[in-house]
């Protein structure tokens, strides 16, 4: 069971710490692992996770890792894999705050993350391409999208 859950905990750890932009960069990383790799959700599940993922309160890739984690071992799953998720962005996010006043004027360091937004605008560019081609495949599918998106950017 520990060695389970420290293995859970090790594979959200890996994704939170190689992923930058939030939580929509992750979610190819998140299909790599879950459902290419590890086989523990099948396409149609993590979509189906995405969407109860983004309804309720917070990161939607942590509330991804919260949703597999407790389908794998329960309670204690879920805080494993959410911690293993959060500890690489805070830990991160000390370490960058720590140091940036030093670095904010260097023009290397701007480079860099306009490079990283740059690959995040792709990352999220991905997910969406793949959502829209997997889930509007008939006409009432497609009616719903539009009126979504009418109402979302009306």
């Known amino acids: 069971m520990i060695r389970e859950l ?3 905990f090790a594979l959200f750890f890996k ?3 190689f992923t ?3 939580g929509y960069a992750m979610l190819p990383l998140l299909k790599a692992e879950l459902v290419n790799k590890r086989r523990f959700v099948n396409e149609q599940e993590l979509l189906d996770l995405y969407s109860i993922g983004q309804c309720t309160p917070g990161i939607i890739a942590i509330n991804v890792a919260t949703f597999i984690g407790y389908r ?3 309670v204690c799953g879920a805080i494993i894999t959410t911690l293993g998720m959060v500890l690489p962005s805070l830990v991160i996010i000390v370490l ?3 140091v940036l006043q030093n670095f904010a004027d260097n023009r290397y360091v701007a480079y860099a993350f306009a490079g990283i937004r740059i690959c ?3 990352l999220i560019a991905d997910v ?3 959502l829209t081609r997997k889930n509007i495949q008939n006409w ?3 009616l719903i999208f539009i009126g979504a998106l009418v109402l979302l950017v009306g």
């Open 6 to 8: 420290w293995n859970l």
């Open 15 to 17: 994704i939170g710490l």
């Open 20 to 22: 930058f932009g939030g």
């Open 72 to 74: 794998q071992k329960g």
């Open 96 to 98: 960058i705050a720590s």
């Open 120 to 122: 995040v605008a792709a």
């Open 128 to 130: 969406l391409f793949d």
């Open 140 to 142: 009432q599918n497609t």
